[in-house]
């Protein structure tokens, strides 16, 4: 694992293509027959990305605080971003944008010391090729999808290999073009990792690429787990990214107006670093290329609250395990300050247990204002509570950091019996 990514914290995902044109749901509106094919894909006509400024975008996300950007550079309708040569359903060839829209990209995210991120959907709704095998273990009485699957009887497996062959020609393009710092994959669960031949795509990507980051849908290869929409109440023990929408969409839906507020993106982003992994928060631009001012609006806040509190989330690692502290935290790389996150307002105070470490200090992050502390209890290896009393002129609009420097690496107890 590339030392940049466990050390990224945040990272902004960018749904753009056809689907923001009429403002459906990218892909999934024809697929769940929303809406039908054919107007899906005339969607093409309208994708003009006009006023599209990827500096714009690179430094809004450097606003945000974040280390990396992923853009969809090919989701599951099949509209490459790029001009690949593998087939002609590109916005090069099919829209009036014309043009390739991942070199502009990759170069202002790079220009800003940002790492570069690409999503490919490994499935392909509209590729002729790609319903011709039925997945492993599919029951031969259920129909399927008929995007996804043929009927029994009419499985064609050399096309299936035609598909991987194409599948493989733009993976390849991808890397050679961009050499992309993270390829992050989807749409693994319609065929088995034997029918993707996953092993064989994993030692692809080593050769042509082996600085490249890749998630967990390189089913079984992958370096890092992606749970979506909702922060692990037992975070892995392994790399991990968080996937969350700021509204309830991936893609641009101009309906959708169920904002997360700055108050609980701070929450989940604490949550998530506390819990040893990334943030990956999704935007929808519009068709024009431009991000809507409320999404715009709560990544800015968002950064603002990191920049003030930047100790607690940079050059750290995951906090306090379930019961030492009832809310995230996070510990300096030396292991020596540990940093404790509040969202309400302590009804007193506080209470840290089960630190055999002295707190030598404790103080507001961002104003350095002092907080009054006491240890009480314990006996023996067994330690007392620590009591933090934080005052309300001490909180913050968003969340409240406290910085509890210790006596030495943070040293926990977390049980013991007594015959």
């Known amino acids: 694992m590339q030392p940049w990514f466990t050390d990224g914290k945040l990272g902004i995902f960018l749904h753009w293509g056809i689907y923001s044109v009429d403002g459906v749901a990218e892909s999934w509106s024809f697929f769940n027959g929303q809406v039908p094919y054919d107007t899906y894909m005339a969607q093409l006509d309208g994708f003009d990305a006009q006023k599209w400024d990827p500096d714009a975008w690179a ?6 605080g974040a280390a990396y950007a992923v853009l969809t550079a090919k989701h599951h309708d099949g509209v490459a971003l ?6 002609d359903l590109s916005v090069v060839k099919r829209t009036p944008a014309a043009r390739d829209l991942i070199t502009p990209y990759v170069d202002a995210l790079r220009r800003r010391g940002l790492k570069v991120g690409l999503y490919y959907s490994h499935l392909d709704w509209s590729h002729p090729d790609y319903a011709t095998v039925r997945p492993d273990g599919q029951d ?7 995007y ?8 064609t497996p050399e096309r299936w290999d035609a598909f991987l062959a194409f599948h493989r020609a733009q993976v390849r393009e991808l890397l050679g073009l961009f050499q992309p710092d993270l390829l992050w994959f989807d749409g693994e669960w319609e065929r088995s990792p034997e029918q993707w031949r996953m092993a064989e795509l994993a030692e692809l990507i080593k050769e042509l690429s082996p600085h490249t980051v890749v998630n967990g849908r390189l089913t079984g290869h992958g370096d890092y787990a992606t749970p979506e929409q909702g922060v692990p109440v037992e975070p892995p023990k392994s790399p991990w990214e968080l996937c969350l929408t700021v509204n309830d969409s991936w893609g641009y839906q101009p309906q959708d107006d169920h904002h997360k507020s700055p108050r609980q993106l701070v929450r989940v982003f604490a949550e998530t670093v506390g819990g040893g992994g990334n943030l990956l928060l999704a935007v929808g631009p519009k068709a024009d290329g431009t ?9 800015e806040a968002l950064g603002e609250w990191i920049a003030g509190h930047r100790p607690a989330v940079r050059d750290t690692v995951r906090g306090l395990p379930h019961g030492h502290f ?4 996070t510990l300096s790389a030396d292991r020596r300050t540990l940093y404790l996150f509040l969202f309400d307002r302590p ?8 630190v055999r470490n002295a707190v030598r200090s404790a103080r507001v992050l961002g104003t350095g204002t002092g907080v009054r502390h006491e240890r009480v209890g314990g006996l023996g290896e067994v330690p007392g509570w620590e009591y933090l009393y934080v005052t309300d002129d001490q909180l913050a609009p968003l969340c409240t950091v406290v910085a509890l420097e210790l006596d030495g690496e943070l040293d926990l107890y977390r049980e013991h019996t007594r015959d």
Request: charge should be negative; aromatic fraction near 8%; avoid cysteine.
């Open 59 to 64: 430094d809004l996300f450097v606003e945000a």
């Open 291 to 299: 991000i809507p001012p409320e999404q715009a609006e709560r990544l």
């Open 140 to 146: 031969p009485d259920d129909r399927g999808n008929p």
């Open 148 to 155: 996804s699957m043929p009927v029994v009887g009419e499985e």
């Open 347 to 354: 009804n007193e105070y506080v209470v840290l247990r089960g």
């Open 326 to 329: 009832y809310g995230p935290s």
């Open 82 to 87: 790029w001009d690949t040569q593998a087939n």
